[in-house]
């Protein structure tokens, strides 16, 4: 089955800067990669998603970017806000209908 | 529309034991996914229901099973509890079809005392 690995585990960045989280698939007939974000006690939500004919796609302040090749995915935050703090997930799906495996999760920290 | 809901929020349960854990999809979503989210395995797929039928099932033992209504309502069921079984259980929904948007509940969190 698929496999995604997701770092670092832990990021603290300081208010501005930007934030990079990293994941790598295994299975190449992957063709969907949402990103979720989860505060504490709360449900996650989707914030981004890349279908596999994209290379990229930015939201305001959030990006993802895909390398098919390489397999392997990336989420971009410019500008970080204390708001931004949280865990993000990535995912990713093949086949038909809703399997998802997700990455093991980044906790970020923006520091003001 | 209303989003995706979960009852109950909270169980606590004992060893041997069962549960039904139940949700319910935002309103036209035909697609009703399961997770276990533990601290150090994070989101691990249980199975996914379309149309009352299981159409994608992870590597979760026979313990844990799961059924949809013809209204896309679904209920998750775990029978002979394990200490191990402790963990926040999400569902989430998509219209179906093909590979969706998911839209997650707000968890049942379950403890197995």
């Known amino acids: 089955g698929e496999n995604v690995e997701q770092h670092p585990s832990t990021l603290s960045v300081q208010e501005g800067d930007s934030a990079v989280i990293k994941c790598t698939y295994s299975d190449s007939a992957s063709n969907y990669f949402p990103w979720y974000k989860q505060e504490l006690g709360k449900r996650p939500q989707l914030i981004i998603d890349?279908?596999?004919?994209?290379g990229e796609k930015k939201d305001q302040r959030i990006a993802v970017t895909l390398n098919k090749t390489a397999k392997h995915f990336s989420l971009h935050i410019t500008e970080t806000q204390p708001e931004d703090s949280a865990v993000y997930f990535c995912a990713a799906s093949i086949r038909t209908g809703n399997q998802f495996y997700f990455g093991t999760g980044t906790s970020l920290t923006v520091i003001p | 529309k209303a989003g995706v809901t979960q009852t109950p929020r909270y169980l606590i349960k004992t060893r041997g034991q069962q549960v039904t854990l139940s949700c319910s999809p935002i309103?036209?979503?035909?697609?009703v996914s399961w997770y276990q989210q533990t601290p150090g395995q994070g989101l691990q797929f249980l199975f996914e229901y379309f149309s009352e039928t299981q159409r994608n099932k992870g590597n979760f033992p026979g313990r844990f099973s799961g059924r949809q209504f013809s209204n896309s309502r679904s209920e998750m069921n775990v029978s002979t509890l394990e200490l191990g079984d402790s963990a926040l259980y999400l569902c989430a929904s998509s219209p179906g079809g093909g590979v969706d948007t998911q839209y997650f509940g707000p968890g049942t969190r379950l403890t197995v005392l």
């Open positions: 890349i279908r596999s004919n994209v």
């Open positions: 309103s036209g979503h035909r697609s």
